[in-house]
């Protein structure tokens, strides 16, 4: 039964067993919600104003236009730009919280946060172009989160964020610059999105595509602020092994699931954690505190610490089936409300710590960075408490984990490369590159979604690819779906590569100590981390001297369906990546936003989206793309 819905085989244990209790899995949900509104799915439906809602007929028969004259064409355009601001609002906000936090330790210092690598402060200060020299590593942090509060202040826009022209390429800077999509100021782009789209504002489809567009490139400024400012005060991840899927959750320990996305929560849990395991095992868990990751904050301790992922967004509420999660912790974004439901059927503590991410029914532990450690010291305590409470007997862990070796941030790339080549360490990549033993890059990102059967459409696409020789990178849900089910071992690159790719694979794995290939994925982390890919492909566009737009590089959200999602593949689209979804857009209602976004944008960014629900067919489209590019380059 299981099958239909998920290939995550601890979902064949727990749906069942959700069933037998009478407990709502998403897929329970979505079946209630069928019929699905058409003209939603066709995205010609608006509520933008209360002279409606209205909607377009698309057979023509019926309204071509809403009460205001608005077209299908304008209601699709403003309800997709609306979706890209609220990705890069949650993108941004999560990086201003970590630039804030960044901004007092260097002023005031907070007990349980530091500056974790000098290394990529300095790095980071030389990028943005904040003096180092004589300086204090209190004075530098304080300048870099400084510059990058900047981001969201500056107000001439003629002069784009720090962020965005100095980790892009000159040439596409330019290009993005000429466009007019430049983002000067990532809040004044969101508002300025928000205005446009307003009743009786920007009424021309394309002008308001571009304005999305905008949008999405103050998405990647604050994602990319986000990522870097994370790896000064956490560290920046290296290749570290460990498992993934609900069999790392452990009867004898208090599991503390720790789901969300920023790490200025999770890190320090993760330290209290440690520090409160004899507590843990004098409560009676012998084996003490096991703290396990879910979606996004499980990218980011998964790859910083190495701790196990046990799942993915979309099976968060069925992980406490197992009877076994004694609290999860949750801060911002993609956490379904479903898990107080599912929580109140256990004994589980479902713990909010934002004060604008509450959960009706669940336990509020209001989280600060002054008061960190106080806050984080009873979270922890509450878990063990709860797991007083547990029921063995509804205990029900799947016996189900793969191994996993994750942690390849840009640094770990470089420097596994520089094993190779230490004069040059991008050489051997762009050898390969250029010589087709590498046919191209392609970056899977996004999320799971109940209308693709869970994590299938990434393991279909991923290992049609993977046969041409072209090597993957991963992040966010999709990174977890390729970890859960085994794409994260050196057996999988020998199972899936072809030939060439698994020769260099091999050949970098062995010079970095791995003895043997790197994995055939590459986790590259949580979804602001999808940043990590651009730097790569900046930092290869440069040693080249191309456009990124040059590259052939892909990205592909098999499964997407969040905002955050599709702000970061149009992103993808105008920083030049040919770019799959995998989930229908809701915009098709409009002949002439897909015509602009499918087609038009081609000629504008070198980017552009692939719409298809087919897997296979998917693969296909995005491997004819990485040869055209290929070809156009000469190689
Ligand atoms: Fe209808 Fe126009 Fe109001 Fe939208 S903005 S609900 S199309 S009247
Ligand atoms: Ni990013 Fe998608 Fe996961 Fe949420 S955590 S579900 S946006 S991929
Ligand atoms: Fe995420």
């Not at 694979?505 to 990590?532: Q, W, Y």
């Given at each position: ?252 320990a208090v599991n503390i699931a720790l789901h969300g996305h920023n790490p200025l929560l999770s890190e320090v849990v993760c330290d209290m954690a440690i520090k409160l395991n004899e507590e843990a095992i004098a409560a009676g868990a012998t084996e003490g505190i096991n703290v396990v990751g879910v979606c996004c904050t499980g990218n980011e301790v998964m790859l910083r610490r190495g701790i196990p992922l046990a799942t ?324």
């Open positions: 039964m299981t099958q239909n819905f998920s290939i995550d085989k601890s979902m064949d244990i727990l749906v069942p067993l959700a069933k037998k209790e009478c407990i709502e899995t998403p897929w329970d949900r979505y079946e209630k919600m069928q019929p699905q509104c058409g003209f939603g799915e066709l995205g010609v439906c608006c509520r933008i104003c209360w002279k409606g809602p209205c909607r377009i007929d698309p057979f023509g028969k019926g309204a071509d236009r809403g009460i205001c004259g608005a077209t299908a064409e304008v209601i699709v355009a403003r309800n997709l730009i609306r979706m890209q601001a609220a990705g890069a609002a949650s993108h941004s906000e999560h990086g201003r919280h970590i630039a804030l936090a960044m901004e007092h330790l260097s002023k005031h210092g907070l007990e349980a946060y530091s500056i974790k690598d000098e290394t990529k402060l300095m790095a980071v200060a030389s990028t943005l172009g904040v003096e180092t020299e004589g300086r204090s590593t209190q004075e530098i942090a304080h300048d870099v989160a400084q510059t990058s509060l900047n981001d969201y202040m500056n107000q001439d826009n003629s002069k784009g964020c720090s962020w965005f022209t100095k980790t892009l390429p000159a040439k596409r800077v330019q290009k993005l610059k000429e466009l007019g999509v430049m983002p000067h100021n990532i809040d004044a782009t969101i508002s300025n999105i928000m205005a446009r789209s307003h009743v009786g504002c920007d009424s021309d489809h394309v002008n308001l595509l571009l304005g999305g567009i905008r949008g999405a490139l103050a998405d990647y400024t604050g994602m990319v602020l986000a990522t870097e400012l994370s790896d000064i005060m956490f560290g920046t991840p290296q290749p570290v092994i460990t498992k993934a899927n609900l069999g790392v959750l452990k009867e004898n993915n967004y979309l099976s968060q509420d069925i992980a406490i089936m197992t009877g076994a999660i004694d609290s999860m912790v949750v801060d911002v974004q993609c956490i379904m409300p479903s898990i107080a439901s599912v929580g109140a059927c256990f004994h589980t503590e479902i713990i909010t710590t934002m004060p604008d991410n509450k959960i009706t029914g669940t336990r509020h532990i209001e989280f600060s960075e002054e008061e960190a450690l106080e806050k984080a010291t009873e979270i922890v305590r509450l878990s063990i408490e709860a797991y007083k409470r547990r029921d063995p007997e509804r205990v029900n862990i799947p016996q189900v984990k793969e191994t996993a070796i994750v942690g390849f941030s840009k640094e770990a790339i470089v420097s596994a490369l520089a094993a190779v080549n230490p004069e040059e360490p991008l050489k051997p990549l762009i050898d390969a590159i250029v010589s087709g033993d590498i046919k191209g890059v392609a970056l899977f990102a996004g999320c799971n979604n109940v209308r693709v059967k869970q994590d299938n459409a990434y393991m279909t696409v991923v290992k049609e690819l993977l046969a041409q020789n072209v090597l993957v990178l991963a992040t966010g849900c999709g990174a977890g779906a390729f970890a859960k089910n085994g794409m994260m071992t050196q057996e999988a690159s020998k199972e899936f590569c072809g030939e060439s790719l698994l020769k260099i694979l091999t050949l970098v794995g062995e010079a970095a100590g791995l003895e043997g290939p790197l994995p055939p994925v590459l986790h590259m982390g949580s979804c602001v981390d999808n940043s990590r890919a651009a730097l790569v492909a900046s930092a290869l566009a440069e040693a080249l001297d191309v456009d990124l737009s040059d590259l052939p590089i892909v990205a592909s959200a098999p499964e997407l369906m969040s905002e955050k999602a599709v702000a970061i593949g149009s992103w993808a689209v105008a920083l030049g990546f040919p770019t799959h979804v995998g989930v229908m857009p809701q915009i098709t209602g409009a002949p002439g936003v897909v015509k602009v976004l499918t087609e038009d944008a081609k000629e504008l960014f070198g980017g552009y989206f692939i719409p298809e629900e087919a897997p296979v067919e998917a693969a296909n489209k995005l491997y004819q793309a990485i040869l055209e590019k290929r070809q156009r380059l000469g190689i």
